[in-house]
């Protein structure tokens, strides 16, 4: 069972360059999300989609850009990478959003770690 | 928009201590979940509360939703080294335009030296 499949889990950026985060899930999950995690922050909500076609903003969407062509994947895109946006990165996905019970059960990726310098 | 306030943000447990955390809101949510992250590795759900006044069972762990809807708690029993790692209160409240999970910043197990 693959559940939630981030890459890379380790990448380093020069600032200005842009790079995509990839994150597929094989549960047939229509919701997927993208977090951020930094030192005493905890996790903060960057961009989600409620179904493939459909995304909106988080809490942190500023210099993140995402696409949900399919129900699989939800890349995450930086366009122009800065310091400020060195930090662990997880995505995550759930069968429904707020649809009822059992539908907040995020199941979380392994996490990408990303530096830039 | 909202937040929540968990605590401790640290504590240290010495193999055999019950350990207790909680995590406060000033609004109420109809949804409280607690996840647990090793090092390296993403959250995993431990608990899922939908009832205020739910006390919920996990082998050593129990959580309960609060009776006022804005709190949560979560008690490990007899502690063991591999309870270590960062806990994490969310909350949610489906239906509507709502439905996204807001975070605590997360309470730190550690081993005593």
């Known amino acids: 069972n693959a559940g939630v499949t981030q890459t890379p889990k380790f990448q380093v950026l020069k600032t200005g360059q842009s790079m995509t985060l990839q994150c597929a899930q094989d549960?047939?999950?229509?919701?997927m999300s993208w977090y951020r995690q930094d030192p005493g922050m905890g996790l903060r909500l960057i961009h989600y989609?409620?179904?493939?076609?459909?995304?909106d903003q988080g809490e942190v969407p500023n210099g993140y850009n995402v696409s949900r062509s399919t129900t699989e994947d939800f890349p995450l895109r930086l366009l122009s990478a800065a310091p400020s946006q060195t930090s662990v990165y997880f995505c995550?996905?759930?069968?429904?959003?707020?649809?009822?019970?059992?539908?907040?059960?995020?199941?979380f990726g392994e996490g990408s770690r990303l530096t830039v310098l | 928009g909202q937040q929540l306030n968990q605590s401790p943000q640290s504590m240290f447990i010495q193999e055999g201590e019950d350990v207790s955390m909680n995590c406060t809101s000033s609004?109420?949510?109809?949804?409280w979940l607690w996840y647990k992250q090793d090092p390296g590795e993403g959250p995993v759900l431990l608990i899922a509360?939908?009832?205020?006044?739910e006390l919920t069972s996990n082998g050593r762990l129990t959580a309960q939703f609060g009776i006022t809807r804005k709190d949560s708690f979560l008690n490990i029993s007899a502690s063991i080294p591999s309870d270590v790692g960062i806990y994490f209160c969310?909350?949610?409240?489906?239906?509507?335009?709502?439905?996204?999970?807001?975070f605590g910043k997360g309470t730190k197990l550690s081993v005593k030296p």
């Open positions: 609004s109420i949510f109809n949804t």
């Open positions: 509360l939908y009832k205020a006044g």
């Open positions: 549960m047939n999950h229509e919701y």
């Open positions: 995550a996905s759930s069968y429904a959003r707020g649809a009822g019970p059992n539908t907040g059960e995020l199941f």
């Open positions: 969310a909350g949610m409240n489906y239906g509507g335009s709502q439905g996204n999970l807001i």
């Open positions: 989609s409620v179904g493939a076609g459909i995304t």
